[in-house]
Structure formats: structure tokens, C-alpha cells
């Protein structure tokens, strides 16, 4: 049984919420890193969430609804608290990626609940896309973590 279109609008303006979430964290968690080939990876991130809430406010649009233009309250607190740890911590590199890597965890629990929702066809098919290619960021962001963390951690503690 389809679910009801208010619903749908509902469960897309969720996801525009987490792309826009992941958009400003990547912005942010770009100024924080010294590994130029790290930042580029976060500002293309960046890019592409900015993307994806784009097609699914246009999907929202087509829907009769109206998208949401900003992330969420826990994503505020998220990116609040990332600067308040930041602050009070020496800056590596592993430091935010951690804090990238459990945002990109975060997206893709929003993206699996909204999968198993019986989503019109059209709709699933651009979810599930997006879905793979946040997948693919998490997967690339956990390897850099993994290796950074075996270049700063013995070195932190020689200090």
C-alpha cells in the first residue's frame, strides 16, 4: 500500500533536512583540515548534498508541497557542538574526520528509514541513488579516517 502523499513530502523534506546538514558540516569540516585532498573531498561533498536537497525539493514542487530550505535543529547542535569540541581540543585531521564519518552514519539511518517506506517508484529510484553515493562518501571518509589515524595518533603521542 503507497503511503499518503502528505507523507511522502514529509519523509522527503526529512532527507532535504540531512543533505542540508551534510552540506554545511562538509563546509565547516573543510576550514578544519590541513590535508588538501581531504578538504577537497568535503567541499565536493559539500557540492553534492547541496544537489541532492535540490532535486528533492524540486520532487517536494512537483508534489504540491513546500520543500524545507534549511537542515535540522540536531544538525545545528551537531555542527555546534563539532565547533565547541574544536575549540578546546589540538586540530588533526582524524579528529574531524570522526566527526564526518558519524554524520555520514547519521545520513544513511535517514535514508534507510525512508527506503523502507513504500515510496512512489519514481521517488525510490532517486532516494536509492542518493543513498549509494552517500554510502560510497561514508566508505571513502572511514578509509582517509583509518589512515590518518595511523599517521597522527602515534605521532600525538610523542608530544
Aim: aromatic share 6%; hydrophobic share 40%.
Amino acid at each position: 500500500m503507497a503511503i499518503e502523499i502528505h507523507e511522502v513530502r514529509s519523509t522527503l523534506n526529512d532527507l532535504i533536512e540531512t543533505c542540508k546538514d551534510s552540506e554545511e558540516g562538509y563546509k565547516i569540516a573543510a576550514e578544519k583540515v590541513s590535508d588538501p585532498d581531504v578538504r577537497t573531498l568535503f567541499l565536493k561533498s559539500s557540492r553534492q548534498r547541496s544537489q541532492f536537497a535540490g532535486e528533492l525539493q524540486a520532487e517536494i514542487v512537483t508534489l504540491g508541497g513546500e520543500p524545507a530550505t534549511a537542515g535540522s535543529v540536531g544538525g545545528a547542535i551537531h555542527r555546534g557542538w563539532i565547533g565547541l569540541k574544536s575549540a578546546v581540543t589540538v586540530e588533526h585531521d582524524v579528529t574531524v574526520l570522526e566527526e564526518a564519518e558519524r554524520g555520514e552514519d547519521s545520513a544513511l539511518k535517514n535514508y534507510h528509514e525512508a527506503l523502507e517506506k513504500d515510496l512512489p517508484a519514481n521517488l525510490r529510484v532517486i532516494v536509492e541513488r542518493q543513498y549509494w553515493e552517500i554510502r560510497k562518501t561514508h566508505d571513502n571518509v572511514r578509509a582517509l579516517r583509518a589512515s590518518h589515524w595511523k599517521m597522527e595518533v602515534p605521532m600525538a603521542g610523542l608530544v
